[in-house]
T-cell receptor, first 114, second 116 residues
Framework: AQSVTQLGSHVSVSEGALVLLRCNYS??????LFWYVQYPNQGLQLLLK????ATLVKGINGFEAEFKKSETSFHLTKPSAHMSDAAEYFC????????????WGLGTSLAVNP | EAGVAQSPRYKIIEKRQSVAFWCNPI?????LYWYQQILGQGPKLLIQ????????DSQLPKDRFSAERLKGVDSTLKIQPAKLEDSAVYLC??????????????FGSGTRLTVV
């Protein structure tokens, strides 16, 4: 069965510092991988996705993620944090097979300190 | 384009009462999803519609939850009777086709339900 593990339920960084949110997955076949962001009292917004092709994926708001098959990871990064990046971030995986359900991580809450 | 509309934004009810949520997806989106997000957890798919047909409702607690999308456009999700553990944010999402879970889809702002 597929699963997603987000390491660290809470991450705190200083404004201008590197943001690194970790996501590891398990899947028996090539996965489709997603990062979503949820701002307070709002719905989920797609940040970026990996389906096939280039393993370094660029998303909105300066975020990017790299699919590393050997490490079964899809970590989310941003070179310089902004105060507006404070939110909940969710990693999700969808098996490329017939089971089309998204499997979600528990989320990582990112705090950005001035 | 207009986003996914949900109402109400907030609802507080007593246990054993009934409640209904409404969702209007993006125009032209054939697939509609209802998710339950309990505080501190990731979203859980309750039901997926393709037009007005149910594609997946395997995680819908059918003894108390029901959903419909009669005309293949907007949808309602009902809970009757509500339990304390139903307190959560109920998210609606839509996508052009059933490949939404391949390529991501658009979420509404959600309805925050508190059962007391």
């Amino acid at each position: 069965a597929q699963s997603v593990t987000q390491l660290g339920s809470h991450v705190s960084v200083s404004e201008g510092a590197l943001v690194l949110l970790r996501c590891n997955y398990s899947s028996s076949v090539p996965p489709y991988l997603f990062w979503y962001v949820q701002y307070p009292n709002q719905g989920l917004q797609l940040l970026l996705k990996y389906t096939t092709g280039a393993t370094l994926v660029k998303g909105i708001n300066g975020f990017e993620a790299e699919f590393k098959k050997s490490e079964t990871s899809f970590h989310l990064t941003k070179p310089s944090a902004h105060m507006s990046d404070a939110a909940e971030y969710f990693c999700a995986v969808r098996n490329a097979g017939n089971n089309r359900k998204l499997i979600w991580g528990l989320g990582t809450s990112l705090a950005v300190n001035p | 384009e207009a986003g996914v509309a949900q109402s109400p934004r907030y609802k507080i009810i007593e246990k054993r009462q009934s409640v209904a949520f409404w969702c209007n997806p993006i125009s032209g989106h054939a697939t509609l999803y209802w998710y339950q997000q309990i505080l501190g957890q990731g979203p859980k798919l309750l039901i997926q519609f393709q037009n007005n047909g149910v594609v997946d409702d395997s995680q819908l607690p059918k003894d108390r939850f029901s959903a419909e999308r009669l005309k293949g456009v907007d949808s309602t999700l009902k809970i009757q009777p509500a339990k304390l553990e139903d307190s959560a944010v109920y998210l609606c999402a839509s996508s052009l086709g059933d490949r939404g879970q391949n390529y991501g889809y658009t979420f509404g702002s959600g309805t925050r339900l508190t059962v007391v």
